[in-house]
């Protein structure tokens, strides 16, 4: 047991003197980096798919084992493009459970994001909630791999084949994950892939579309780049999506360390495993291990009634010990604006998304925390425990 002589909260000092986050940047090989950074001022190409961006977008099309890799400045253009080019319109199925950019993709093309609810043990899309969502104005679906677990992929593609209706992915948070031993990347229409900064594999900001058709790779080529299919020639109405050289030059420096900031993230969940184990009423959510996975979100859920203690209690207890804990997608798509006012009655049918909601907590991980952090974590989260009626009463008060 390590040393916690009185909760922040409850008047003692913060058990970390710097905070720790949640998505703290990977950074790879600095000097290789720096390398790839002077080569690009040599060359005086920046971006407009120079040589970096090719050579990323090979390395990553080969990775993920698909045909087309267009790289995008980040994925919520990414998505944006992708829904444009596969034709979306009308109504599109989306989990409110997600980051908002998935359903703003949508409205901000003038598409009504249309939300499911989710399997509270998986967290993703429930088909059958999306079957009964479907009307003649829905044009498509898009399934989102929380925390990295793909969604009911098959399940997703039948619906989607009998109603002849697109699905996209936005695998914003599952790259270098598999669904049934294939790289994610490979399903659906199309899949979104998010490289930012809070990402375990970043390229500063960035993203990319990932397809194995060559039409629809063709389209979101020309659309990126202003509908340019020539010097002079615009085909489409098209928007600026390309990624920079600097980020690409990011992204090939991290993806020789990929397996390092995986094995790093692997490392750290099992600690959490081993640890939140012990705490009755906290549980972590499952990777499944016979896939590859990414390990990068630590979610906890907080089951109220058997820790006495709220989440958000439990949240505010962890951010007085500088653990600066997040609720991700917390209070969910719909009820922010403007879907809150457009579906003021969203919560009635979403019943699993507003539980689930409500008792995810995410820890922070990645390269910079070792076991020793997480240790003192999990004591802080024990003794929060031990004492959640104190705590309670000072929020309170
Ligand atoms: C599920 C999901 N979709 C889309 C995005 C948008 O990605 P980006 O920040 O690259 O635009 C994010 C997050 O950052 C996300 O978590």
Redesign the pocket.
């Known amino acids: 047991m390590l040393p916690i002589k009185q909760l922040a909260i409850l008047g003692g000092s913060p058990a970390f003197r710097e905070p720790l986050h949640v998505g703290r940047p990977n950074i790879g090989d600095r000097q290789q980096f720096m390398d790839y950074a002077n080569q690009i001022f040599d060359n005086r190409w920046l971006t407009n798919h120079g040589p970096f961006v090719k050579q990323f977008e090979q390395e990553l099309s080969g990775l993920l084992g698909v045909k087309h890799c267009i790289t995008i400045c ?6 944006e493009i992708a829904i444009r080019a596969l034709g979306m319109q009308g109504e599109v199925i989306v989990p409110s459970f ?2 908002i ?2 359903a703003h993709s949508l409205q901000w093309q003038g598409i009504t994001p249309i939300f499911a609810d989710i399997d509270p043990r998986t967290h993703n899309l429930d088909p059958r909630s999306v079957e009964k969502l479907i009307t003649p104005r829905t044009t498509g679906i898009i399934g ?1 791999h ?1 925390w990295g677990r793909p969604c009911e992929i098959d399940a997703l593609q039948q619906i989607a084949n009998a109603r002849n209706l697109k699905l996209l992915f ?1 695998s ?2 599952a790259f270098g994950c598999t669904y049934q031993g294939k790289m994610i990347g490979n399903f659906g229409d199309a899949e ?1 892939l ?3 900064a ?2 375990f594999f970043n390229t500063f ?3 990319a579309i990932v397809t194995n058709d060559d039409d629809l790779a063709a389209r979101i080529r020309l659309m990126q780049n202003f509908g340019f299919a020539g010097y002079d020639d615009v085909v489409y109405v098209g928007t600026n999506g390309k990624m920079s050289e600097i980020s690409a030059a990011m992204g090939l420096v991290n993806l020789k360390s990929l397996d390092e900031f995986t094995d790093a993230n692997c490392r750290n969940y099992h600690k959490y495993q081993q640890e939140i184990n012990t705490i009755p009423g906290l549980s972590l959510i499952q990777y499944d291990e016979s896939e590859s996975c990414n390990f990068q979100y630590i979610v906890l859920e907080v089951d109220q009634q058997d820790t006495g203690l709220s989440r958000d209690h439990l949240l505010e207890t962890l951010q007085a010990e500088n653990v600066l804990a997040r609720r991700y997608f917390w209070p969910g798509c719909h009820r922010m604006e403007p879907y809150r006012s457009y579906f003021p009655n969203a919560s009635l049918s979403l019943p699993e998304t507003e539980k689930v909601a409500a008792r995810v907590l995410v820890l922070p991980t990645g390269t910079t925390l070792g076991e020793r952090e997480i240790e003192i974590v999990c004591n802080i989260l024990r003794i929060a425990l031990d004492n959640a009626d104190a705590i309670s009463q000072r929020i309170r008060d």
């Open positions: 980040n994925a919520t253009v990414a998505l997600t980051f950019a998935t989102v929380l936005d914003a948070h979104v998010s490289f930012h809070t990402k900001e960035g993203g």
